[in-house]
């Protein structure tokens, strides 16, 4: 256990609203990430954080923005949600004090109708 | 960009049966390799961290082991129980600096049958 909790767990919007999904860690990792898992894509990385204010995009970053002003929250907004974005999301921390191995989070399932 | 690849998709055991999963990646500059287990509706459970410069690590009944140089990691289950049953998946650091992304194969989907 890693410590990371994420908000909403499951949600469900309307196509064209924003959305914002929280990932919260207690334990001061410096990398955090937002990932999303879809059948026959396996998981793609969507943002990922380095540091306070510090965020790189990933492979399917379109339609998505992210912000951490804390080390201990890392949040995915959706900007006008569509409804090629309902997946499960993951947000994940790296333990670099153990050889940087990656900790998951349970996931927000959302659904953009 | 680093493929990282899991054959077969799905696959069904008797109990008691020992299995090995298989993940194979394109480049072999890799930092580390890990396995996770994925049950439904769940999040990813880290199994196992192989660094670049190990060959095996093992936890209870399993063992994963590496070879770089034909870009292949296998994770070896002993004794295989129902409880097995899940999704397992495999992530790959690459060794160049990529801001400690990982990527990930698409998952071996194992059945044990009681």
């Known amino acids: 256990d890693a410590g990371i909790t994420q908000s909403p767990r499951h949600k469900v919007t309307e196509t064209g609203t924003p959305v914002t999904l929280r990932c919260h860690q207690t334990e001061n990792h410096r990398y955090m990430y937002w990932y999303r898992q879809d059948p026959g894509h396996g998981l793609r990385l969507i943002h990922y954080?380095?540091?306070?204010?510090?965020?790189d995009k990933g492979e399917v970053s379109d339609g998505y923005s992210v912000s951490r002003s804390k080390t201990e929250d890392f949040l995915l907004t959706l900007e006008s949600a569509t409804s090629s974005q309902t997946s499960v999301y993951f947000c994940?921390?790296?333990?670099?004090?153990?050889?940087?191995?990656?900790?998951f989070g349970e996931g927000s399932w959302l659904t953009v109708v | 960009k680093q493929e990282v690849t899991q054959i077969p998709a799905a696959l069904s055991v008797p109990e008691g049966e020992n299995l090995v999963l298989n993940c194979s990646f394109t480049?072999?500059?890799?930092?580390?390799l890990q396995w996770f287990r994925q049950d439904p509706g769940k999040g990813l459970t880290s199994l196992l961290l192989?660094?670049?410069?190990?060959r095996e690590q093992t936890s209870g009944r399993l063992n994963a082991s590496l070879d770089k140089s034909s870009g292949r990691s296998t994770l070896y289950i002993a004794a295989s129980q129902p409880g097995d049953s899940a999704t397992y998946l495999c992530a790959v650091r690459p060794g160049v600096d990529t801001g400690n992304q990982f990527y990930f194969g698409t998952g071996t989907s194992l059945t044990v049958i009681p």
């Open positions: 480049d072999s500059a890799i930092y580390n």
């Open positions: 994940a921390i790296a333990r670099e004090t153990s050889g940087n191995t990656i900790y």
């Open positions: 192989i660094q670049s410069s190990q």
């Open positions: 954080s380095y540091g306070v204010k510090d965020t």
